[in-house]
């Protein structure tokens, strides 16, 4: 059975440039989550989707930072002018259930985005 | 893959022994508890989770104690492996937010 699949798995951009990170979450699941993991850090909470409404942005660290799931599966974060503090592993999960307080969050592989 | 252990707590064991991995937890309103695996270049996995009227869960080969006295988490992994070895660690919710937080992580490496 596949997992969550994040792509692409390595990023590289120019300072100023825009990116787009995709996740595939598993199929049925109702809840995505994106998290922003510094090296030698734990993940840290960016936004929440349950469906195609996001519900919780409150942890995405600028106006830069936008997401959407626009048809409740695929995710897209996107970053605008891109900084270098944005450089950082970008880890997507999704969860199947309603009820937020028993989910257990499954982890993609994440998107490792350098910024130079 | 890339490290994520950088600059982390580390645990070094010899393959049989067992392992205990401590976590101190922030909010005490917390309830929800949740131990993940992160190996190099993966993102994290889920071992084993605990709710907040519980004290102890066990699981295949693994413990987890919580103390919400003192706001403390341990993993306990019986006969440590070399795959056992990976960045590990806890996160709490709580019931209602959509967040998980985590914790710094700890670095465990298994010798044979």
């Known amino acids: 059975g596949a997992g969550v699949s994040q792509s692409p798995r390595y990023k590289v951009a120019k300072r100023g440039q825009d990116v787009a990170l995709r996740c595939d979450p598993i199929?049925?699941?109702?809840?995505l989550f994106w998290y922003q993991q510094a090296l030698g850090q734990g993940p840290e909470f960016l936004t929440y989707f349950q469906n195609e409404a996001q519900l919780d942005k409150s942890g995405l660290p600028s106006d830069r930072f936008f997401a959407e799931r626009p048809e409740g599966s695929v995710s897209t974060l996107k970053i605008q002018r891109t900084q270098q503090e944005d450089s950082a592993v970008y880890l997507c999960?999704?969860?199947?259930?309603?009820?937020?307080?028993?989910?257990?969050?499954?982890f993609g592989p994440g998107t490792r985005l350098t910024v130079l | 893959g890339e490290s994520v252990g950088l600059h982390l707590p580390t645990l070094s064991v010899q393959e049989g022994d067992n392992s205990i991995i401590n976590c101190a937890y922030s909010?005490?309103?917390?309830?929800?508890f949740i131990w993940y695996k992160q190996e190099s270049g993966k993102g994290p996995q889920f071992i084993i989770d605990?709710?907040?009227?519980?004290d102890k869960r066990q699981g295949q080969r693994v413990t987890v104690l919580l103390n919400k006295t003192v706001k403390h988490l341990s993993l306990q992994i019986a006969a440590t492996q070399p795959g056992d070895s990976a960045v590990y660690f806890c996160?709490?919710?709580?019931?209602?937010?959509?967040?998980?937080?985590f914790g710094k992580g700890t670095m465990l490496l298994v010798s044979p």
């Open positions: 999960a999704s969860s199947p259930w309603r009820e937020l307080r028993t989910d257990t969050q499954y």
């Open positions: 605990i709710r907040s009227n519980m």
């Open positions: 996160a709490e919710n709580i019931s209602g937010y959509s967040t998980l937080t």
């Open positions: 909010n005490s309103a917390s309830d929800y």
């Open positions: 199929s049925g699941h109702v809840s």
